[in-house]
């Protein structure tokens, strides 16, 4: 009896390495990427210090997310904290330094969906929730719905006991001079000429993560378009369009000219194409910018499916962007030639 015992146990530690072997060489691959909006990002516009800073929040912001996927946490998890730290930078057009109303106010659109069980959530038009990727997480585990906008959103938002801020927490300098900049030329209408109107118009956040269980996710939060009127919602805080993910297919995060994205359904597009027609996530990706650009929209698209393969496909000069690998390899980029 102790012998055989002894044989078992021998046996089922031998298996058990094996199979440990096996789990760490068949375990699913993990990723996350980033970006920070997309648009007239040009070298020759750019101080060393801001591209600095831009390259260090990017990386700083990933790395978050990326600990936590390594710590077996989930792409949902990911996704809503990576977000955090670009929506908190004034860097971005997302939360803190968000872009301006016409009436000089932030109101912010944000959008998430988990990749597994489809589930989505979304808010548009808040202007005092502090991170809106939250309130739209929020709107998807704790309400019956998956979009909510305006006050109500707001309301909802501080009924869970979110963070809720003055709106002119989010207001920054730079904001402000690019409203007036863009209020200006729109009245000589050159507005959508002009390489800093048109930068000054975008630059939202998002992202997508993929974790060790093979589960994706995606969320975008934005401040919209600079100098927006009549409460303007665009692309980022519709499911579809601009934040898309499903397991079957890929995770989804937009940046642009919204109104192209919506008319051009983007973000799902690029699913459909990869679940349907069984193209890769690059083909798919170019094949719906394309569509957008001979619309005469820009912008891009941040693409991760379930085997950790990612595209970054973007039509404008620069899209601010970052990968990073279940090795931790991680590449930060902001212009086309990079
Ligand atoms: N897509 C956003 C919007 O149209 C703007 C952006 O991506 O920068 O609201």
Known sequence: MRIYSVVLLSFSLLCCAGENQNLKSTEPPFGIVIHGGAGTILKQNMTSETEKAYRETLAKSIKVGHAILVAGGTSQQAVEKTIHVMENSPLFNA???????????????ASFMNGETLDAGAIAGVSHVKNPITAAIGVMEQSPHVMLSGKGADQFAMELGLDT???AYFITERRKNALKRVQDSEQKKTAFYDPFIKEAKFGTVGCVALDKKGNLSAGTSTGGMTNKKWDRIGDAPIIGAGTYANNASC???????GEFFIRSVVAHDIAALVEYKGLDIATASKQVIQKVEDLGGD???IVLDT???????FNTAGMYRAHM???GNL????YKDE
């Open 165 to 167: 801020v003055p709106n």
């Open 325 to 327: 690998d279940a090795k």
């Open 251 to 257: 995770g989804v995060s937009a940046t642009g000219w």
């Open 331 to 334: 590449s930060v980029k902001i």
């Open 307 to 313: 085997e950790g393969n990612v595209t970054m496909e």
């Open 299 to 301: 912008g891009g698209v």
């Open 95 to 109: 939360g803190k330094g968000a872009v301006l109303t016409a009436n000089g106010f932030a109101s912010l659109d």
